[in-house]
């Protein structure tokens, strides 16, 4: 029989920091949770369980992997004898596991099974176990707020059942996200309650760790001898304890205050004794923080080739960790934590082509740059022309429907609720908390759709492009390529040609941010945007930072920009370079050059592949455009007379295309100018090759119910919404009112989006901020635009501002003239838009005309 002696998985979860150091998580204490065994069908389960505990404190990865077949086997076993308790404590035994040899999703699928059954047997000690372990998951994954919802459902219940060693870890783990979230002071708050209760239960293995998370906190403060004392204490428990792996830690960060303090030969040495002892446990996370810590240390010392391999050993691990997570999500927000890896490898190499011009170092520079963007639309690219549902449980398919069918439900809720005449702001946060719930099922669904999916196990992982393969693959004599990486210290541009590679050092990454910045509030602010000189000083402060060093290559070539950071919001069009006759002759940058931008280089050879694998559609044109937003709309009432159409474009006159329909102003305004768009630009095709969907046809059921397939052009003229929190939230505003008054669901969410299918040459949002989204370190935007391309569509024409409703109408009037009079591709019908619009009195402002992005295929 199994007793009730408490054991351990001793090792902690790491989280890895954009700092040198790196704080520690309590690890999931699965002993606290194991119960005697109820029955003699349980002893063969209880002495499997047993056996792989005694594997897994061997504390190999060797060992740990042996532990995973022994508890899979009592995993078994409790299942067939029912003990739901065992099956949960067995389960969170096999995540903990994963998450330690970095399989961080595996280990939220199986914290994800444990979590109700330890609910449905009232263990709520078990229950708390659990969510600390998920929280923990979503921590080492970049999601911060998501680990402290977690956290925060535990620590209520460990109080409840008087457990303090593990209220004492849940504390831990809260203020350890604090602390990454760098509000330093709550985080020793929280540090403070949780190290009195270790000390009390006599836990010196996590009165170790808390100790060396307030280390690191008085590391972040610059206080690096109080964060010594701290870390001293911490490794001798450590050792005391035979906790390899978090002596590991301990000793990296000792190494990191050592190099702060400018003592990098002290620093090497304590981050070489480190090494070893994460490789002999297997924590490749630790490994690689370790082997990134010793490449800057060395670099610092000049040893910039041994430098060089330390931080490739490094990256090589990142690339295999994010393979193994299946939620694209997870992977982007895992990658945004490791991004200062490939920062730091780029700048390295930067520095090797200074003083070795000829040894190709800047090519190796520009290929890891590529490898450090996009991957994950990428691999959704890829996913995108398989059919990865082929093959799945009808069961799990079914239950990925239902919750679609219960998100569009409470979208419908919460728009009753918005319309009402006096709004419950209480019950709109429930609904709204509910939805964000539905959505992470939605997302965890679709994860195991994945992981399932034979098709999905058949697909390799796509490579980013190298640069011969860009300048064959995507580029021709008149196309060139405009790659930035921005940087702390230094930031670089290189300029690709068919036929050759130049590098250009840029300066720092906060420079062009401030320059960037107020060139976007120099186009978009109702004060500066009229005034000439405003708008071209900021223009021509931020083109002298970013585009000036490389101007003599550009001459009249077609521009293909993969952007960095805050230039992912720039209007490039808008640019200008200052000329030699003065800044008065200074003209944007469209004037001269056609303009395209790119998630990365790879994305556009993987849109060519896909789309050159499906049958062109047969029609031209769908448009669906000036939806009824509220039942108190004239088109509600009765027919819509030319004369309410009037009285709507007099009072729409200068109206943002946005979504004013936040919380604060319900429902929307009315775009009048949608319509006469939708009726100028279809009067441009044949009828019988056309769809105009108006009014209440231009409806979300219009748009999912997979008639939009069979256009080559699909355009959108209405309210966009961009959520830069939640950018699943983002969406086109449809319809939310049918011909009899009845509220209905009008929301097309990114979630919707993602499930269209189109074969779209062109698909236009006419909308406010279409291009916008989450700025996601490393994966780029991450809105709209993906999911479109993601549904099927070739190239995407997007806003990247609130527009102006009539001078949005009038720019998009002038690009389908352009592609179907003149026969231009789009790119180039829109660069011909704009600068006819910016020649003309009224529109000359950048702001009527620049906010439009053409993404993806420019041929």
């Known amino acids: 029989m199994f007793d009730r002696t408490q054991w351990f998985l001793a090792g902690m979860s790491i989280v890895l920091s954009v700092q040198l150091s790196q704080p520690v998580a309590a690890a999931v204490p699965v002993g606290k949770v194991v119960q005697t065994a109820q029955t003699n069908s349980n002893e063969a389960a209880a002495k499997a369980l047993n056996e792989g505990l005694q594997l897994y404190q061997q504390g190999t990865a060797e060992a740990k992997r042996s532990a995973i077949v022994k508890w899979e086997e009592a995993l078994k076993l409790y299942r067939e004898a029912g003990d739901r308790r065992g099956e949960a404590t067995t389960l969170i035994g096999i995540g903990k596991v994963y998450s330690d040899l970095g399989e961080k999703l595996k280990a939220l699928e199986y914290y994800s099974q444990s979590l109700p059954l330890f609910r449905a047997v009232g263990d709520r000690s078990g229950e708390a176990t659990t969510l600390i372990g998920i929280g923990a998951v979503y921590s080492d994954l970049g999601e911060k707020q998501k680990a402290l919802e977690y956290y925060s459902q535990s620590l209520p219940l460990f109080r409840a059942v008087g457990d303090r060693s593990l209220e004492a870890t849940t504390?831990?783990?809260?203020?350890?996200?604090?602390?990454?979230?760098?509000?330093?002071?709550?985080?020793?708050?929280?540090?403070?309650?949780?190290?009195?209760?270790?000390?009390?239960?006599?836990?010196?293995?996590r009165e170790a760790g808390t100790l060396t998370n307030i280390g690191l906190v008085y590391s972040d403060l610059g206080e690096q001898q109080k964060a010594l004392e701290y870390y001293s204490q911490s490794l001798p428990l450590f050792r005391a304890v035979g906790d390899?792996?978090?002596?590991?830690?301990?000793?990296?960060?000792?190494?990191?205050?050592?190099?702060?303090?400018?003592?990098?030969?002290?620093?090497?040495?304590?981050?070489?004794?480190?090494?070893?002892?994460?490789?002999?446990?297997?924590?490749?996370?630790?490994?690689?923080?370790?082997?990134?810590?010793?490449?800057?240390?060395?670099?610092?010392?000049?040893?910039?080739?041994?430098?060089?391999?330390?931080?490739?050993?490094?990256?090589?691990?990142?690339?295999?960790?994010?393979?193994?997570?299946?939620?694209?999500?997870?992977?982007?927000?895992?990658?945004?934590?490791?991004?200062?890896?490939?920062?730091?490898y780029i700048d390295l190499l930067m520095q090797l082509h200074k003083t070795n011009p000829k040894s190709g170092y800047n090519t190796k520079a520009l290929e890891a740059s590529e490898r450090s963007r996009a991957r994950s639309l990428l691999?959704?690219?890829?996913?995108?022309?398989?059919?990865?549902?082929?093959?799945?449980?009808?069961?799990?398919?079914?239950q990925e429907k239902s919750v679609q069918q219960q998100l569009d439900a409470i979208e419908k809720q919460r728009i009753q609720e918005l319309s009402s005449p006096n709004p419950n702001q209480t019950k709109i946060a429930e609904i709204d908390s509910g939805r964000l719930a539905l959505l992470q099922?939605?997302?965890?669904?679709?994860?195991?759709?994945?992981?399932?999916?034979?098709?999905?196990?058949?697909?390799?992982?796509?490579?980013?492009?190298?640069?011969?393969?860009?300048?064959?693959?995507?580029?021709?004599?008149?196309?060139?390529?405009?790659?930035y990486s921005l940087g702390e210290a230094h930031s670089y541009l290189w300029v690709v040609t068919s036929t050759g590679l130049t590098s250009y050092e840029l300066p720092k990454r906060a420079d062009i941010e401030t320059a960037a910045r107020n060139f976007r509030d120099a186009i978009t602010s109702p004060i500066q945007r009229d005034i000439p000189q405003k708008v071209a000083e900021a223009s021509a402060n931020l083109g002298q930072l970013i585009l000036q060093p490389a101007a003599a290559q550009l001459g009249n070539k077609r521009l293909l920009i993969v952007p960095d950071g805050v230039l992912h919001y720039t209007p490039f069009p808008a640019l200008t370079l200052p000329q030699p006759?003065?800044?008065?002759?200074?003209?944007?940058?469209?004037?001269?050059?056609?303009?395209?931008?790119?998630?990365?280089?790879?994305?556009?050879?993987?849109?060519?592949?896909?789309?050159?694998?499906?049958?062109?559609?047969?029609?031209?044109?769908?448009?669906?455009?000036?939806?009824?937003?509220?039942?108190?709309?004239?088109?509600?009432?009765?027919?819509?007379?030319?004369?309410?159409?009037?009285?709507?474009e007099a009072n729409n006159l200068g109206l943002n295309r946005s979504l004013r329909a936040s919380n604060r102003q319900w429902p929307p305004e009315r775009l009048a100018f949608t319509r006469q768009e939708a009726q100028t630009i279809s009067s441009l095709f044949p009828s019988a090759s056309s769809s105009q969907k108006i009014d209440f046809d231009a409806s979300r059921t219009t748009a999912t119910d997979g008639s939009l397939a069979n256009y080559q052009i699909v355009h959108f003229a209405t309210h966009g919404l961009a959520n830069s929190k939640n950018p699943e939230l983002s969406g086109i505003v449809m319809s939310m009112v049918d011909d009899k008054g009845n509220l209905v669901n009008g929301f097309l969410r990114l979630t919707d989006i993602f499930n269209l299918k189109l074969a779209a040459n062109l698909v236009v949002l006419s909308a406010c901020q279409s291009g916008m989204g989450q700025n996601v370190k490393g994966e780029g935007m991450v809105g709209l635009t993906r999911g479109f391309m993601y549904a099927g569509a070739q190239r995407v024409a997007v806003s990247l501002w609130s527009v102006d409703d009539e001078g949005t109408a009038v720019l998009m009037q002038k690009f389908y003239q352009k592609m179907l009079q003149q026969k231009l591709a789009p790119a180039a019908a829109l660069r011909a838009a704009q600068i006819e619009m910016m020649q003309q009195e009224k529109w000359k402002s950048p702001y009527y005309w620049a906010a439009f992005t053409l993404q993806g295929e420019w041929k």
């Open 244 to 344: 390899r792996s978090l002596e590991a830690t301990t000793l990296n960060n000792i190494g990191s205050v050592y190099d702060k303090l400018g003592e990098k030969l002290k620093a090497l040495e304590y981050f070489s004794q480190s090494l070893p002892l994460s490789r002999a446990v297997g924590n490749r996370s630790v490994e690689a923080v370790t082997l990134y810590n010793i490449a800057n240390a060395k670099r610092d010392r000049n040893n910039l080739t041994e430098a060089l391999n330390d931080i490739e050993s490094s990256i090589k691990i990142i690339e295999n960790l994010r393979t193994k997570i299946a939620s694209p999500e997870l992977r982007s927000s895992y990658f945004a934590t490791v991004q200062n890896y490939y920062e730091f």
């Open 441 to 483: 099922q939605y997302q965890q669904l679709q994860t195991q759709v994945r992981t399932a999916s034979p098709r999905y196990a058949a697909l390799t992982q796509p490579q980013p492009l190298t640069l011969p393969e860009i300048q064959k693959q995507i580029l021709d004599e008149n196309t060139i390529l405009l790659q």
């Open 171 to 205: 504390l831990n783990n809260i203020g350890l996200v604090y602390s990454q979230l760098g509000e330093q002071q709550k985080a020793l708050e929280y540090y403070s309650q949780s190290l009195p209760l270790r000390r009390v239960v006599g836990d010196r293995s």
């Open 581 to 648: 006759a003065g800044p008065n002759t200074n003209v944007p940058l469209i004037a001269e050059h056609e303009i395209i931008t790119l998630p990365s280089a790879s994305t556009l050879a993987i849109l060519r592949q896909n789309y050159g694998d499906r049958k062109p559609p047969s029609r031209n044109l769908a448009i669906l455009a000036d939806p009824v937003f509220s039942p108190d709309d004239e088109r509600v009432k009765g027919k819509i007379t030319q004369a309410t159409t009037e009285k709507l």
């Open 379 to 398: 691999e959704l690219l890829q996913e995108s022309n398989a059919n990865i549902r082929e093959g799945i449980s009808p069961d799990l398919l079914q």
